[in-house]
């Protein structure tokens, strides 16, 4: 299995420290200081923009890494789920819908939604396999094409 890259790496270890309690109570404790020395600096625009800049700064970086994380997260998720449904008797036109659009996932979730309420099993198969294979086929719902045979996948 490949080895992540290093910013990756940084990324994972920025998100996994930056989660724990005791990182939490530091941060409180930095505000608590900055806010206790308000009175020895007079409250000046200089004390302000300390607190400011440095929690700008951190927050515009943390985006980065987090969201480095987190993408890293929802693909090895997908790929996790995309095996498990071409390894089952599941849907295999569920593979890649995290592709549609917006519109596309509602209309999905819809029929799913009704799918709570159906008692025959079959039928809401059907309806899900048409439903699908009609927006991969119909300009109505912003056609995309279906995902590509993800290779090293067994084909159930």
Known sequence: MPKANGFSRFASTVAEYSGRPSVFVLALISIAVWGLTGPI???SETW???INT???IVTFLMVFVLQNTQNRDVRALHAKLDELILTSAAENSYVGIERLDEKEL???AEILQQHAHDEDD???REKVSNAISR???GPE???TSPPPNTPGLRMG
Do not use: C, D, E, S
Request: charged share 10%; aromatic share 10%; no cysteine.
């Open 135 to 137: 927006q991969a086929a």
């Open 106 to 108: 509602k209309r999905l």
């Open 54 to 56: 440095g929690t700008t």
């Open 48 to 50: 302000q923009l300390v």
């Open 41 to 43: 600096f007079g409250f």
């Open 141 to 143: 719902l912003g056609a």
């Open 122 to 124: 079959h039928t809401l």
